[in-house]
C-alpha cells in the first residue's frame, strides 16, 4: 500500500476532517441512553450517515489549502 503524494496534508483535508467527525459521531452512539431526553432517536445515525457522504464528496472536491504534487 503506498500513501497519496500529499499525505503529509492529510489534517488540512476536509474529507479526513468530515470522516473523523463521522466516526465520532459513530461511537458517541454509545451514550446514547445518556441523550435520550434530549437528543431524538435516530438523530446520531442521521448525522453520521451524512458526514460520511459528505466525506466521499469533498474527497473528489479539489481544495485551495492543498498542494497536488
Avoid at 14 to 35: F, H, M, N, Q
Amino acid at each position: 500500500m503506498k500513501l497519496i503524494s500529499n499525505a503529509q496534508q492529510a489534517s488540512r483535508m476536509w474529507s479526513i476532517r468530515l470522516a473523523a467527525l463521522s466516526g465520532a459521531l459513530a461511537a458517541a452512539e454509545t451514550t446514547l441512553p445518556l441523550w435520550s431526553d434530549i437528543i431524538p432517536d435516530g438523530a446520531f445515525a442521521a448525522l453520521s450517515s451524512g458526514l460520511a457522504v459528505a466525506a466521499a464528496v469533498a474527497r473528489v472536491i479539489k481544495q485551495a489549502n492543498i498542494d497536488d504534487e
